[in-house]
């Protein structure tokens, strides 16, 4: 991630300071927003479901519960 919006940044400062923000540039910040909202998902879904590195594993292991019943 930090590497597209760094590179994002040197694509705009080589672009200049004036007129529009072309299409490919606009869309490499929507997929980063993109992929940055997803990545702080996933990541919140770790530590506050699971318990990911702040619980004990037996508390890891209660906080699961699988979508199927196992047969």
């Known amino acids: 991630m930090t590497g ?3 590179g994002g940044f040197f694509w705009r400062h080589a ?4 007129g ?5 540039m606009l869309a490499l910040s929507a997929v980063s927003l993109g992929a ?15 318990g990911v590195r702040v619980a004990d594993e037996t508390t890891q292991a209660e906080g699961y519960a699988p979508s199927r019943p196992s047969r």
Do not use: E
């Not at 672009?15 to 004036?18: E, F, L, R, V």
């Not at 529009?20 to 490919?24: E, K, L, N, T």
């Not at 940055?36 to 699971?50: I, N, P, T, V, W």
């Open 36 to 50: 940055l909202g997803f990545s702080g998902y996933l990541g919140g879904k770790l530590a506050y479901r699971y």
């Open 4 to 6: 597209a919006y760094v």
């Open 20 to 24: 529009s923000v072309g299409a490919g």
């Open 15 to 18: 672009a200049g300071t004036g």
